[in-house]
């Protein structure tokens, strides 16, 4: 049977200008929360809504107005103990534990989860939906939405550096486990 999954990112929180691992606790900003408010008409349709457990989602979810169930296997990257850290600071202070974590998908420097596993776990959530069929839609962080392209795709884990995701955009995947269709992200907001 054929899903439609729409996974919207969270809106901007004050993490993302900052270039900083979010450790889940960072609030969004104004401007984000005012585009959420404003998204909300423009959302598609479905018959299942759910968030990741981060606040940013959880409150993005609230804003635009939906009912959601906070799903484990859609929350965010652990990334151990450089959450709360910015990119510059870890690079500066771990310069081979970066460059091992941006090469090798199954390096874990940080002590949290591996890219690979990250993969995996969205992967596997994203197939359990298709025996479903209908429509699911779900707020969830940027690094969930590009983990879920990397495994819909059949991408190599690489891959997962090259997708942006901007805040408030919905990316579209069409099908059943072993095969999807994308959708590029669109934004909320005209």
């Known amino acids: 049977m054929t899903v439609r999954v729409f996974l919207v ?6 993490a993302f200008g900052q270039a900083r691992f979010d450790d889940g606790t960072s609030p969004l900003t104004g ?3 005012e585009r959420a408010r404003a998204a909300a008409p423009e959302l598609p349709g479905a ?27 859609l929350r965010d990257w ?25 090469s090798d998908p199954a390096a874990a420097p ?3 989860e591996a890219l690979a596993e990250l993969c995996g776990r969205v992967g596997g959530w994203l197939d359990d939906r ?4 209908g429509r699911v839609l779900a707020v969830v962080e940027p690094a969930v939405v590009r ?27 069409t099908g059943r486990a072993g095969r999807w269709n994308l959708r590029c992200g669109r934004p909320l907001t005209r």
């Open 9 to 14: 990112s969270s809106a901007e929180s004050e």
């Open 31 to 33: 401007a984000g929360e």
């Open 47 to 73: 018959g299942a809504y759910s968030t990741a457990s981060s606040a940013r989602c959880r409150r993005t979810a609230e804003l635009l107005g939906l009912t959601t169930e906070v799903q484990q296997p």
């Open 78 to 102: 652990d990334l151990g103990r450089w959450r709360g850290l910015r990119l510059d600071e870890v690079s500066a202070a771990e310069p081979e534990g970066v460059a091992r974590w941006l």
């Open 110 to 112: 940080h002590g949290g």
């Open 130 to 133: 298709a025996p479903d069929g």
């Open 147 to 173: 983990a879920a392209l990397v495994h819909a795709l059949g991408l190599p884990p690489q891959a997962f550096w090259r997708l942006d995701v901007l805040p408030l955009t919905v990316t579209e995947l």
